[in-house]
DNA sequence: TACTAGCAGTCGAGTCTACCGACTGCTAAT
DNA sequence: ATTAGCAGTCGGTAGACTCGACTGCTAGTA
């Protein structure tokens, strides 16, 4: 075996020994665990290589030594096999499975509900980022007069989503334009996308025009930038307190959970890329520092449709993360299709 | 002063001063801070008085006093009011008056916008409970086939919600049929609540009537068992170091709240008894002994609809939280009135 | 040249001690 | 009834010390 494979075998060695204990990995728990028959003095030698190349480093001198982000990149690039679902364990994949063969409600919910199971089977947060309605065909669209001067528009998507926004309107409006509003509304939209910018379409009736217009820009709008993100035990990030050691950096992630926007377009940005696992300051994201991201993107009859996500301490199981996001979606996807 | 005032107020000045500093307070700060020209030896027997009779409590020997939940709720019941708005400060009523006038989307939306503001402006947990789907009438029904074997069931009710099911039905269900059952349904519900239980109405055709009573029966379900719980701010919650001292408590708390059904019920629960503030173990869930929750009812149309609350540790602000619910729950609600 | 054994050195973490300071409780005086 | 003053208690902090888990290095071996 060349010295180099071994330095690999040293650092994966590091790696999984410190998934599991958390602490510092020294030569003698290398030289024990791995597998080669070395002593811990040859370790130690390719743990001073590894080290200066940046792989791994050490807390403190007298200390055993801790993967940097690097480390972990090597790991998963090298060891981590994204197709290995059998790295999920039976007990998980069954659990998976039962999920996806219960009955489900509206994608809103299926999606929420999807992103509970993946933070129960990887004790992480999780998260789901929903299809973007722009791809979706509008099925049916409604406006549902609720009081005086106020409409209601709905839109149905042919994913089951519905997507709705209030509308301010002249409280002397008949119900004959808002019937009117409704007929020209369906024209135009049924079987298109809402991605499509609104465009005037005159029906002869000022007050019924404007309120087409109304409803078809409000719900362009939301269909536009609202693509959105399902967390799911989030209260684990509270619980790794190892990992986010201050009390401070737990509770701003979970800020950043909460306003979404950021982690959405950080989810999009990375798949796009092509990025499946992103390792701590590897993104750009300041808060999420000490964080790894674990993706794969789902798909509705061929097309990638969303994101499904882990969002761990840097120290995660990524062999575990990788099987468990790639079982869900895989699942969630032929789910979506039928 | 009699002897029993001034221990009321010497209590008043343990409870405001622990409140600011979070320490066990002396008798020397009562001495200067209450506002009482007695000196501290005073003090300090009116403080055996109180201990004796459980309202404050000493972490050791040599320490100041701590209020007990029951110190917190005499202070409360004694000097806390809550119609004093101007508890609030006049930036704080200026937000929520500008957050109420700005425009606001369907139910769903402005009731977690709505948490999200109590939470800004409390610094604390902020829980928000919608109206019940039973008391609003059925505006609208809808059976929008999504794919074969999968209708969409919806019904907008008045107060702007949206309810939905998916149902699964014959894939060789004609559109037809479909459209007999939505006619039906429409008939059956519109203007009625969902909370009455379904009733067999037939129309002649088989399939028809099943698809009916399905989505009767879905919707009526869905109404039954979900008034939900939005939820904001909850990673203050994390933040809050010292309250909840143990990592622990701040993971289970925010599991609770994820999981929504309990803290549902307790605060159906304490509204039901006329409690507006629950204080540490006064409630029985064991997970929120070291909590206090402070609640108002909004009012629709002179009933009450829902109920706004902050969730925090029992060290805190009264005045201010009674005050943002109060400010809170008024203007929510005369918007929803409208 | 590649590896190993063994030793010296480093440093974190835990334990022990002493001490300071912040309180209280009590007593005696007003 | 109130107060002043004093003695006693105890948590928290700082310093000294030890222990043990490492590494790095050097010299020796295949």
Redesign the interface.
């Known amino acids: 075996m060349g010295v180099d494979e071994r330095r690999g075998a040293v650092l994966r060695a590091i790696v999984e020994e410190h998934i599991q204990t958390a602490a510092p990995v020294s030569s003698q728990a290398v030289a024990r665990a791995s597998g080669l028959s070395v002593s811990s003095a040859t370790v130690r030698n390719d743990m001073t290589a590894l080290e200066r190349d940046g792989y791994v480093s050490q807390p403190h001198t007298s200390a055993g030594r801790v993967p940097t982000d690097r480390g972990y990149r090597y790991f998963v690039d090298r060891f981590a096999d994204p197709s290995a679902i059998e790295g999920l364990g039976i007990n998980h994949q069954r659990a998976v499975s039962e999920f996806f063969r219960g ?4 994608l809103e919910e299926l999606l929420h509900e999807t992103s509970g199971l993946l933070a129960r089977i990887t004790q992480h947060a999780a998260v789901v980022v929903g299809p973007p309605a722009e791809s979706a065909r509008v ?2 669209v ?1 406006l ?5 001067g ?1 409409v ?1 528009a ?1 839109a ?1 998507l ?3 989503a ?1 997507e ?3 509308l ?1 309107v002249d409280p002397d409006l008949s119900i004959e334009s808002i019937l009117a509003a409704e007929r020209a509304l369906a024209s135009l939209l049924n079987d298109s996308t809402l991605h499509s910018p609104p465009m005037p379409s005159p029906t002869g009736d000022a007050a019924t025009d404007a309120l087409v217009n109304a409803a078809h820009v409000a719900l362009h709008r939301r269909a536009e930038h609202a693509d959105p993100l399902y967390v ?8 790794e ?1 190892d990992a986010f050691a201050t ?2 950096t ?6 950043l ?2 306003q979404q926007v950021v982690v959405v377009s950080l989810v999009r940005d990375l798949l796009e890329s092509g990025v499946t696992v992103s390792i701590g300051a590897e993104h750009s994201i300041d808060e999420l520092r000490d964080c790894s991201l674990v993706l794969a993107p789902y798909r509705i009859e061929g097309e990638v449709a969303g994101t499904v996500g882990v969002l761990g301490p840097t120290r995660m199981d990524y062999q575990h993360a990788l099987a468990a996001v790639a079982t869900v979606s895989q699942q969630l996807g032929s789910l979506l299709s ?1």
């Not at 799911?232 to 619980?239: L, V």
């Open positions: 009955t489900h409600n509206a099925r049916r409604d549902v007069p609720l009081q005086q106020q209601l709905i149905v042919s994913n089951g519905v709705r926004e209030l301010d799911g035990g989030a209260s684990r990030i509270a619980q307190q009390t401070r737990a509770a701003t992630l979970l800020e959970l909460e039928k």
